[in-house]
């Protein structure tokens, strides 16, 4: 058991350690849903790669081609950030919807089709191998290190470029909906937390939610990526009552 689930918890930890930096940006900016628009239009790119017989046996096609959709989308939404602001939360909801009903269209009249649905939206992080880790542990060390050497990326345009590299890479290891869930539920868990260890306690928000979801999943045969949503969920509700909860007396102090 510790064989399957050891490579997984590593994956949601790689997941965790660029997604929490950027879904701090992503609540700062005020566009939530982007990340949902970005990862489902980055889903349509594996749709297309599965069903395109000539495609799929393209050289690392199901990376590159999810990959060019993601950033066709960031950059669509980096200029509308520019020239529609006011409208942009909607426009990035209508992304998203539009990448999710053509998904289900193209995919129809395929026997298989309902099966690959539910592998793109809920992942499948319990057949992630260490093989597999390989390249999302590259990207994230230099986004890393990238956003070390220069923070200011993140408020500029830069932000979609990185932002859809990593969610394409996350989206092949753990699905549409964890890669939502790590973005924003440890983001939101410390929104209001002034300390300076913020970022470190959202790591732990998030590296305790993926443990204890791997957990229910191998302990009660569970859906991994679901069981992982939700304590996620679980664990950012937790931290975020007891911070408000024990802020007023920290400030008395």
């Known amino acids: 058991m510790l064989q399957v689930l050891m490579p997984a918890f590593v994956a949601g930890i790689l997941v965790l350690s ?14 939530i849903f982007i990340d949902l628009a970005i990862a489902q239009v980055a889903a349509l790119g594996t749709v297309l790669v599965h069903m395109s017989h000539e495609m799929e046996h393209m050289p690392l096609a199901n990376l590159w081609m999810p990959l060019c959709f993601a950033l066709a989308a960031a950059g669509l ?4 950030e520019k020239h529609m602001a006011q409208e942009l939360e909607a426009m990035i909801g209508c992304f998203y919807v539009l990448a999710a009903v053509s998904a289900m269209l193209i995919l129809s009249h395929d026997p298989h089709g309902g099966e690959l649905l539910k592998q793109v939206l809920s992942g499948q992080i319990l057949w ?7 390249l999302p542990a590259i990207a994230s060390i230099l986004v890393l290190a990238l956003v070390l050497w220069r923070p200011q990326l993140l408020s500029g345009r830069a932000f979609y470029l990185l932002f859809a590299l ?15 869930s790590s973005l924003i539920l440890p983001a939101l868990a ?5 300390s300076k260890w913020a970022l470190a306690w959202a790591y732990l928000v998030g590296a305790v939610g993926y ?3 791997l957990w229910l999943s191998a302990s009660y045969d569970l859906p991994a990526g679901a069981a992982i949503v939700v304590t996620l969920a679980l664990s950012a509700l937790v931290f975020r009552l007891t911070y408000l909860r024990l802020a007023p007396y920290k400030s008395m102090a």
């Open 18 to 31: 660029t997604h929490v930096i950027l879904g701090r940006q992503v609540l700062k900016r005020g566009i």
């Open 77 to 80: 939404i980096a200029w509308l």
């Open 128 to 134: 992630v191998d260490w093989s597999t880790l390989i």
């Open 166 to 180: 990593m969610i394409t890479l996350s989206v092949e290891l753990v699905g549409v909906y964890l890669v939502f």
């Open 190 to 194: 410390i929104n209001r937390c002034k």
């Open 211 to 213: 443990l204890l979801g």
